[in-house]
């Protein structure tokens, strides 16, 4: 049974800066991308930042580029989202999840890419 489990969300001030993480279990993600989406109230899930499986090539959201990270830890099954100069309009449960396809070759950033979810985690920014 595959599971992604998030951390590291909470409370901030605009400006500041949160590290999520999500780690993985019951599959070996160093052959799969994986991505980070976010979704908040009254909104569609949005792409966050997907990163290939080989962690070569990473894409970011133009709401976020520039100020968000994401990187892989294959060792540790483990995958983080390095969010700075936070604004409210972050505000969002952020979602970790792990593509359909092994080793593809083009990252993909929408989510029916993406077969396994996290349960998400809750990023809040205050004016």
């Known amino acids: 049974q595959v599971q992604l489990v998030e951390s590291g969300g909470g409370l901030v001030q605009a400006g500041g800066s949160l590290r999520l993480s999500c780690a993985a279990s019951g599959r070996t993600i160093s052959r799969y991308a994986m991505g980070w989406f976010r979704q908040a109230p009254g909104k569609g899930r949005e792409f966050v930042a997907p990163?290939?499986?080989?962690?070569?090539?990473?894409y970011y959201g133009s709401s976020v580029k520039g100020r968000f990270t994401i990187s892989r830890d294959n060792a540790k099954n483990t995958v983080f989202l390095q969010m700075n100069s936070l604004k409210p309009e972050d505000t969002a449960v952020y979602y970790c999840?792990?593509?359909?396809?092994?080793?593809?070759?083009?990252?993909?950033?929408?989510?029916?890419?993406?077969?396994?979810w996290g349960q998400g985690t809750q990023v809040t920014v205050s004016s």
């Open positions: 990163i290939s499986w080989s962690g070569g090539d990473a």
């Open positions: 999840a792990s593509d359909k396809v092994s080793q593809r070759r083009k990252v993909v950033t929408a989510p029916y890419g993406y077969d396994y």
